[in-house]
């Protein structure tokens, strides 16, 4: 019954263990089959008692055999094993299609991460013990507190550590939002605006109503909105900046409708000229403004750090479903982002940006000036532009003679909800993921590309 | 009606630009109003007809007002300025109750996080420039497949990076379960268990029934259940091990049903004599079952990192859903992480830790061994034990003596739904969170209470 070799690559009661183990579940040993005693069981194989109890002992513990005190050991009741096996999931190889060159404006420089000073305060922040264990579902208050002070000092908005929620990408933000906006919330979206969001909403069950931009922002014409999510200060992807009058509008509209302003801030530190344009939330008297923002950009998507203002009566709600949210961001990332402000990188880092996205700006921007088959759309602001070229052509077309040369570039449409308003294809120009030489590569592809489309 | 004294601490267009702003709020210069040609007011100030000009078109750009070409500018009409001030909530301070001593199960010691060899794989991480820009919204492919090379070989679950998804704590799991699991899911959960799941449930409209579980872990009773969150290697928080048997009745329940088990293997690195019990994931033939840890206890609670395991119908529903969930881990810890299991330090901190936690555990064992007041219910397994007191005292009046002195414990009632069916009160007694100091001192005010209820 017990014909076992042993080999001598793994322990003796783990080789027994998984023999019995074997027999049992191909139905050899059968349910109530009485085991030999320990004593002779390792006198037959001629191994330790002791060998014999442990694999004994660890058959007991997963249920494949029992024991009767002063009687023995049996073989566990298992009804009807089923196919027990384990079971591989075939790899399925599904590499994205890697482009040679990427106008996409979501990324930014893969050299633009803060190596050296990030590396700085991750190592301080391996030090700070206490912190380390700390646990805030709102996230570490001392990285809350860096960015009451950034807010304050960088987008005017003064607001209290308390009232600031760390998480990971906007996404999860939202998931608190969720659970916190009135439950009849209609949400009034930008047209054009992001798309994700749409997808977001629609699996959440949540209302929306697109509403076509003018160049001052959203215009509520469906009355039944009662919240809005937008960009003032840079419009995404227009880049237009919400005026004063308009804020004006739209604060005296939700304090109306019960409802709420959800303000994305996603790219404002990234002006070229001029003070920065002030955040909505700055404004916000009546406390009806959900400011949202995140060091994508600033630092790096890669880290996956956002972060909300909640107005006083959400952060009362939000305390009530926070435990079973915690905070997803690591605290030795929080600490060390938490440093990075406090000791002067951060700004250092985005004044150091901002030179460098100004001048890929400027560089990408020299090769259609002068060129009367473009017209730049450009606010000064933000990682990209909108270039409209004056030909019969179609953005899809465009798009697809980009990709055959391994060029990523999207049209204005594909962030449209709807019919699109303007007669030639207006481009999307994201310079912030490529190297000048990168950039002047690409670029000059683009241009033969489209003249050899204008030309047919 | 520009009397301005300029003062140092500021940029002149900037002090320009505040002054006709709150000039503009104030309503003092009303709607239409021209304002002074760059010229004039530069020579009527004294500054640079340029510092006008920037102050101007920062005001222009916010809206507050407009020009008109060959004329001049003008005050935007901003109709009605509602209370705009800058709203200051007040910090809540809402401190937690500190104990000096934490006998909760949730925790690991401060002094667990492997500081040195974590320092070591996180500036490594910094040089992999590559992978700090990559994005894959399962987790980055080198830590899955680490992961997957550690389930191969710690709980013989043999599956394919492919199948891994990387997020933070259970609850963003969770969310994407929520998607992808069949919408008529009624979740059977075990009696006592987690008690966070309930609340996550509620707040997502899902079904749920619990179900009083036996020495061998839940039993159905209810078959309108059609898929079940358990526990099978150690059952939170009995400690109890399913035994092979109820696991292969339990995966034939779910295939009948065509829902799912979900495994929570949430400690099994912590057994402390013998082979590791196998995941029943290990078992899955029929690929009814999603396999969910993380590396809280393992290596630090605070890197929130969790992953799951999908079978492969599920994997296929998720990657319709992939785009709105991006994984919250940063790319940093994500390959440290990567390199920490790689590079061996995972298994030595965890042997490290197997034998820190060993000691304590009998340390704190040692405290109640022959005193008859007191049984211990010990599954050597896991970070904590339960004590059962033998006397006529409730699980709440020791919860609150104890806080009276400094000490946090929990009764297992806390865990039920329900009814509790025995008799005598059952204290929780985590041990991984303080030395063996804090330890002796805790139980030593432990006992020293424990006899002063009683004597009452």
Redesign the interface.
Known sequence: MFSLNFNDDEDLF?QL?EFIKAEIISGRFSKDMMLPSKRNLADHLGISVNTVM?AY??LI????IYSKERVGYFV?????????????????I?RENNYKYNFDLNKNS?FA?P?TN??KV??EA?FE?KE????DDKGLYSLRSSIKNYLKSAR????????III???M??LF?ILF?ILPEDTIFGLENPGYR?IK??LE?NEKNYIYQDIDE?GIVIKNKDITSLLITPSHQFPTGN?????????L??YV?KTGGYIIEDDYDSEFKY???P??ALK??????RVIYISNFSKSI??????SFMVL??NL?EKY?S?K???????????QISISKFIDEGYFEKHLNRMRRIYDDKRKFALSFFEGDKLYRVIDKKAGLHFILEIKADLSEKEIENAMADRGIFIRGLANYYEGEIKYKYPRMIIGYGNMSERELEEAIEIFKEIINSLSDK
């Open positions: 783990v263990y442990n002992d660890n513990d997963e249920g494949y566990s009741p298992v009804e009807n094993i089923l196919n027990i096996k384990t079971k591989n999931i075939n790899r399925e599904s893969d991460f190596n990030f590396k991750l190592n391996l013990q380390l264990n700390e646990r005017n908005v003064d607001v209290s550590e308390e009232a998480s990971s990408g996404e999860y998931q659970y994700e997808n977001l699996m001052s900046i919400m005026p004063i009058g308009r804020r004006i509008e604060l005296n304090q000229y001029g003070r344009i002030p700055s404004l916000d008297g009546p406390d790096s998507p890669t880290l996956r750090v107005p006083k952060l305390e479903i435990p079973f949210y915690n905070c997803p961001v690591p605290n030795i990332i």
